[in-house]
C-alpha cells in the first residue's frame, strides 16, 4: 500500500472550514484514498473515500488531485465535536484484505 | 443492530496470566479485523477473518497470540503468558467486503500489571 504523510497537528476555529491534507505521492491507480477519524477514546470512524473524483457526504468533502498524489480531506463548517485525529489511508489494489494502514494521522483542534 | 460490540471494555491482568477478549460483528458483515493500539500511536493491523478463514496476520500477531472466528460470527483473541508489553486497547472491526467502510468497536483496553 503507498504511504500517506500528514501533518502532525492542526487548529481550526469552530464554524470555520478544516482542511486537512494528505500526500500520497506513491500511490497506485487502482488504490483508493480513505478517511477515518478517531475521536478521544473511541473506535475509528469511517468519513469518507474516493479513487478518482472528488467525493462528498454529510460529513465532509474529499478532493483529490488529477495526478492522485495529494488529497485534502474538507469538514465544511468545523464543530468543537470534529476534534480528533484525521487517518488518510491509501488502501486497495494487491492488498487481499484492504486491512487498514493507520500511521499517525492529524491530530486536529477545533477551538471555540 | 447496535454496531460492532466488544467485550470486555476494560481488562486488568497479572504478567504471565492469559486473557481472551470477545467481538461481536455486525450481522452479516464477512470480514472481521482486529487492531491493537498504543497510546499516542494509530491502530496497527493484527489480522483478519474472511467468513472463519483466518487470511492474513501481521508480524506482530506473536506465537502467545491466538484468534478465532467459529462458524464466521463473532470472534475471540486470546493472549497467553501477557507481558507488560501488550499493554494496549485491542479493537475490532467488520465490512461486509472488501471495499465498504470498516465499522469499529469501542475497543478493549488491556492493562498488564
Known amino acids: 500500500d503507498a504511504k500517506t504523510t500528514q501533518p502532525t497537528s492542526m487548529d481550526c476555529a469552530e464554524g470555520r472550514a478544516a482542511n486537512l491534507p494528505c500526500n500520497h505521492s506513491?500511490?497506485?491507480?487502482?488504490?483508493?484514498v480513505y478517511w477515518y477519524r478517531q475521536i478521544h477514546s473511541q473506535g475509528p470512524q469511517y468519513i469518507i473515500h474516493?479513487?478518482?473524483n472528488n467525493e462528498t457526504n454529510e460529513m465532509a468533502s474529499l478532493i483529490i488531485t488529477e495526478d492522485r498524489k495529494s488529497s485534502t480531506l474538507i469538514l465544511p463548517h468545523a464543530t468543537l465535536r470534529d476534534t480528533a485525529v484525521y487517518y488518510c489511508?491509501?488502501?486497495?489494489?494487491?492488498?487481499?484484505?484492504?486491512?487498514?494502514?493507520f500511521g499517525k494521522g492529524t491530530s486536529l483542534l477545533v477551538t471555540p | 443492530d447496535t454496531g460492532v460490540s466488544q467485550n470486555p471494555r476494560h481488562k486488568i491482568t497479572k504478567r504471565g496470566q492469559n486473557v481472551t477478549f470477545r467481538c461481536d460483528p455486525i450481522?452479516?458483515?464477512?470480514?472481521l479485523y482486529w487492531y491493537r493500539q498504543t497510546l499516542g500511536q494509530g491502530p496497527e493491523f493484527l489480522t483478519y477473518f474472511q467468513n472463519e478463514a483466518q487470511l492474513e496476520k501481521s508480524r506482530l500477531l506473536s506465537d502467545r497470540f491466538s484468534a478465532e472466528r467459529p462458524k464466521g460470527s463473532f470472534s475471540t483473541l486470546e493472549i497467553q503468558r501477557t507481558e507488560q508489553g501488550d499493554s494496549a486497547m485491542y479493537l475490532c472491526a467488520s465490512k461486509i467486503d472488501p471495499g465498504a467502510e470498516a465499522f469499529f468497536g469501542q475497543g478493549t483496553r488491556l492493562t498488564v500489571v
Open positions: 450481522s452479516e458483515h464477512n470480514r
Open positions: 474516493g479513487l478518482k
Open positions: 506513491t500511490i497506485s491507480g487502482n488504490e483508493y
Open positions: 489511508i491509501v488502501i486497495g489494489g494487491k492488498n487481499s484484505g484492504y486491512a487498514l494502514n
